[in-house]
């Protein structure tokens, strides 16, 4: 089996030259499948990150939990560690820790107050394993989260097993293109 950062390389490239069309199909259909699920339809606040230009598309997930007067929060890390920060649309940007975009506002949200959080990552598998991109926020965030935790997957993210360590987290549902 090929080592974590292997993968990570191999995933992005993956990633990278997808074919859009096919790439824009997966990504409506994944949508509906994720406005589909009891854990969507009954939060409050969605916790969902900026995504980059390789990633699912994550703008139409916060618009539409906006539509539905959900409370938004996207990652920012603050000395070394993760925080969910709510946006709205007036919110600014900037290019944070890893050149992840993040917000430029300081009203910080309790964990406890998440609803559903939809964990990104580069590869995943049906079972819940999923291949983050390397700095571990997530598993450290994860290993003291107790609500609902979903990912979408893409098809070229979906593989049949992954590499894990000891402190791997996995995600309760993987909702991933067919």
């Known amino acids: ?36 699920t009891p854990e969507w339809q009954s939060a409050d606040s969605i916790a969902v990150t900026l995504s980059m230009e390789f990633e699912l598309n994550t703008s139409p997930i916060i618009i539409k939990a906006w539509e539905k007067s959900k409370r938004v929060l996207v990652p920012k890390i603050i000395n070394h560690k993760m925080i969910f920060v709510e946006i709205d649309s007036n919110t600014r940007y900037q290019t944070g820790m890893l050149n992840i975009r993040e917000p430029l506002i300081d009203n910080y949200q309790a964990v406890e107050q998440l609803d559903l959080v939809i964990v990104p990552g580069l590869a995943f598998t049906v079972s819940g394993k999923r291949l983050g991109f390397g700095a571990g926020y997530y598993d450290r965030f994860l290993e003291h989260y107790a609500g609902h935790t979903i990912s979408v ?11 894990t360590e000891n402190h791997d987290q996995t995600v309760q549902r993987i909702l991933y293109a067919k």
């Not at 990570?8 to 030259?17: E, H, N, P, T, V």
């Not at 997957?153 to 590499?163: G, M, R, V």
Request: net charge positive; aromatic share 4%.
């Open 153 to 163: 997957a893409l098809s070229t993210q979906l593989l049949d097993d992954l590499p």
């Open 1 to 36: 089996m090929q080592t974590k950062s292997e993968l990570r390389i191999q995933q992005k490239a993956a990633l990278a030259r997808e074919n859009l069309m096919k790439r824009k199909r997966e990504e409506e259909q994944l949508y509906a499948l994720l406005f589909q």
